[in-house]
């Protein structure tokens, strides 16, 4: 049983550029959620999709923005790329139908490493 | 503004030395608390939920427990690949969806 995959798994790019990072949930998961991860943070929520819908967002400028297709798959777009923006990007996805009293774990991938040169 | 903090910060302990990490919340109506272990590298790896104050878990060493404003993951008698960093995050009533972490106890555990 695959658990969430992530690509790339590391990235370079300069001040100004546009990234696109993905994700692929768990199998039998249907929402998908991003973090932000500074080096020697806690993982800071970006937003989460389900049924191809933004749901939630963190404190995360519109540079960010993302999207979620029919097979559950999502992607990560940052525009204007900035120096601060170097971090560990975790996808996390979790399963809307089997949620227990509205909570549950979710389970996360390797995220992607990106750096801003 | 719902909040979670972890200490300390970093904690070194011998093989076999017995230690708690804590876990501190301010939230409005929590709906779960989890711990979570992450390696360098890697992303966070789910330990446990825990609901309602007073709620216990264990899993071989470890051992989680709540109350209304904190949280104590309990190690005992750690070994070396006990090292990690641990997370604590909650879930708040007021937002469905997000989950908040804490900044993580780097704990490493000498042979």
């Known amino acids: 049983d695959a658990g969430v995959t992530q690509s790339p798994t590391h990235l370079i790019k300069t001040r100004g550029q546009q990234v696109t990072l993905r994700c692929s949930p768990k199998?039998?998961?249907?929402?998908v959620s991003w973090y932000q991860q500074a080096l020697g943070q806690g993982p800071q929520f970006i937003f989460q999709y389900y049924e191809e819908e933004e749901r939630q967002r963190g404190n995360f400028p519109d540079r960010f923005s993302g999207h979620q297709f029919p097979n559950y798959s999502s992607e990560l777009n940052v525009n204007a790329l900035l120096l601060g923006d170097s971090a560990l990007y975790l996808c996390a996805s979790s399963s809307i139908l089997n949620a227990d009293r509205g909570n549950q774990p979710q389970h996360f991938g390797d995220g992607t490493r990106l750096s801003i040169l | 503004e719902d909040q979670v903090t972890q200490s300390p910060e970093a904690l070194r302990l011998q093989e076999g030395e017995s230690s708690s990490l804590n876990c501190s919340y301010t939230?409005?109506?929590?709906?779960?608390l989890f711990w979570y272990r992450q390696d360098p590298g890697k992303g966070p790896e789910f330990l446990f939920t825990?609901?309602?104050a007073g709620e216990e878990k264990e899993k071989e060493r470890l051992k989680a427990t709540l109350t209304k404003k904190e949280s104590f993951l309990h190690i005992t008698a750690p070994k070396p690949e006990d090292s990690a960093t641990y997370l604590c995050?909650?879930?708040?009533?007021?937002?469905?969806?997000?989950?908040?972490f804490g900044p993580g106890t780097s704990l490493s555990v000498i042979p």
């Open positions: 199998s039998g998961h249907d929402t």
């Open positions: 995050a909650v879930q708040a009533g007021t937002s469905y969806d997000k989950v908040i």
């Open positions: 939230v409005s109506g929590l709906r779960g």
């Open positions: 825990l609901y309602s």
